[in-house]
């Protein structure tokens, strides 16, 4: 088993910390689908790339890919206006649509196209290989040193935009660099993990943590134990039971989600209405 799982199992402790951060600046800033839409033009460069007959571990296609996840960073930071009668996340949602159905144009032209659309959305991180876990980790602690350098203005413009605004920042500029940052780490990881799987270990620990805990360094921690529990269950139930090991992942988070929220709300009812007993 362990020949099989040892990797996976690297990737899924050494991987999901800054995916976690970065979930709690997508929560933050109130743009839940951003990262499945990057993730998702990501996947269509992904798709040019299969198009072209390009090996998908080599660097012409990783760069494909990144070019259309920083066309999605540029459009998305230049929407993203202070006051718009046009929400973000329609915006954010066309993106994401108009990505998938292009993915599936293109893929519709590929010999391989139906294995490539599964691949696309779940991924299979039971076959990721030491290489793409370093590189990964690599670009990950890259993209992990410019936040902690420029931490100031990136926590400002996402968790108090309108002070953001009033210190006199070029807020657009600053979204955009959080957008690129973001589409490197998306377009590194959605290659072995998938769409859906990227925006679950985005958002789901994101959303436990802050339920959870009121500063961010509790609810970094409590989203990165969230995050291990649920990729090292996930995947040893995907190798138990023969299952998709990206499904089951996504599966596991969800129902860590709903146990998490539920005995959350059951204790502070608990917490409520002991004052009035007394």
């Not at 800054?18 to 839409?37: E, K, Q, T």
Request: with cysteine; aromatic share 12%; glycine share 10%.
């Amino acid at each position: 088993m362990w020949d099989v799982m040892f990797w996976p199992v690297v990737a899924c402790v050494l991987l999901p910390w800054l995916l976690v951060y970065l979930g709690l600046h997508v929560v933050r800033r109130g743009i839940i689908f951003i990262d499945i839409a990057m993730a998702q033009m990501a996947s269509l460069g992904i798709c040019v790339a299969v198009l072209l007959h390009l090996n998908l571990e080599g660097w012409p296609a990783f760069l494909i890919a990144l070019g259309f996840t920083l066309l999605g960073a540029a459009i998305f930071s230049i929407t993203g206006k202070r006051s718009s009668q046009i929400p973000q996340e329609a915006i954010i949602g066309i993106g994401y649509v108009v990505a998938a159905a292009a993915a599936v144009l293109l893929l519709s032209r590929a010999a391989e196209g139906d294995e490539e659309i599964k691949n696309m959305l779940v991924g299979n991180i039971l076959l990721v290989s030491p290489r793409d876990v370093w590189k990964c980790l690599g670009l990950f602690v890259v993209v992990g040193l410019v936040h902690f350098v420029l931490r100031k203005s990136l926590l400002l413009v996402s968790f108090d935009r309108e002070a953001a605004y009033q210190q006199g920042l070029a807020v657009r500029w600053w979204d955009f660099l959080f957008y690129a940052l973001f589409g490197l780490v998306v377009t590194s990881f959605v290659s072995i993990a998938g769409v859906l799987l990227v925006f679950s270990y985005l958002i789901v620990p994101a959303v436990c943590g802050i339920g959870l805990a009121d500063s961010l360094g509790k609810r970094f921690l409590i989203g990165w134990l969230i995050a291990l529990i649920g990729g090292v269950v996930g995947l040893f139930l995907s190798f138990k039971c023969d299952l998709p090991s990206g499904a089951a992942i996504v599966c596991t988070f969800g129902v860590l989600l709903v146990v998490i929220t539920s005995a959350t709300a059951l204790f502070r009812g608990r917490a409520a209405a002991s004052p009035a007993k007394v």
